[in-house]
């Protein structure tokens, strides 16, 4: 059974930072890229960052210098820190797991609220 378990959410004012974490079981961990994603109320879900098996990682535009992807393909975990965080980053934020070539594999995190504060 495959299970992506997001933590890391939470409350943080304007400038603060946190750090999320993914945990993933069931799957080929380093088979698949990794990504986050983020839903704000009434908004669609939108691509925050996705790291590859090798490392390789790519950024929404607007969060490049601000947000860094990481993963521990050890732990079976990947990261995702936010710094300077701004109201606009308040959302649901979802891990996402992605076979490259069986694209029918993919899967979801439940999310986590991150909410920042004015």
């Known amino acids: 059974q495959v299970q992506l378990v997001e933590s890391g959410g939470g409350l943080v004012q304007a400038g603060g930072s946190l750090r999320l974490s993914c945990a993933a079981s069931?799957?080929?961990?380093?088979?698949?890229?990794i990504g986050w994603y983020r839903q704000a109320p009434g908004k669609q879900r939108e691509l925050v960052a996705t790291?590859?098996?090798?490392?390789?990682?790519n950024y929404a535009d607007p969060l490049k210098g601000r947000f860094t992807i990481s993963r521990d393909n050890v732990a079976n975990t990947v990261y995702l820190q936010m710094n300077s965080l701004k109201p606009e980053d308040t959302a649901v934020y979802y891990c996402?797991?992605?076979?490259?070539?069986?694209?029918?594999?993919?899967?979801w995190g439940q999310g986590t609220q991150v909410t920042v504060s004015s």
């Open positions: 996402n797991a992605r076979h490259p070539i069986a694209t029918w594999s993919n899967y």
């Open positions: 069931g799957i080929m961990f380093t088979s698949f890229v």
């Open positions: 790291v590859s098996s090798g490392g390789m990682t």
